[in-house]
């Protein structure tokens, strides 16, 4: 029924701006259940990777809104409960590092389209259309850096 890849932190030391062995992804049915199952292994991975619980929430509370969002705006996906994608990965720079998210279909064309929660609980929410339907664009989420 879904899907869920993961790897281990990488090795501790200086970060340089490049994406360390931390990528998480999950392809889940757009159906209602997998809401909750998306939160706790998001919560998870994010645990596995020492995530400071204070980030925590504010980045899985914004994925979970734009993967409800997805759900109600994406077809096929709330018509023939076809896949959704979530992939993610941490970002390290000198002295910060922040959490990337992509979810695909994201059923927006813009980023105002997804609720307000999605976009004040980020840094950056970014909308990439594809050239397939309106509805079938990546959306692109950007947690506040955590040192």
Known sequence: ???QTGSPPGPPGP???TMPGTAWGIRVPGEAWTVGLVRGALRVWLGTVGWADG??????????????????????TRIEGGPLWLEAGVVA???SRHVEIALRPGGATSADEL????????A??????????AWDSHVLLRSHPNP
């Open 124 to 133: 950056a929410v970014d909308v990439h259309p594809t050239d397939g339907p």
């Open 93 to 95: 720079s000198p002295g």
């Open 55 to 76: 980030h925590t929430d504010d980045i899985v509370t914004a994925t979970v809104e734009a993967l409800i969002h997805a759900l109600q705006h994406a077809h096929p």
């Open 15 to 17: 970060r340089d701006g």
């Open 1 to 3: 029924m879904f899907e």
């Open 115 to 122: 609720p307000a929660p999605v976009r004040d609980l980020t």
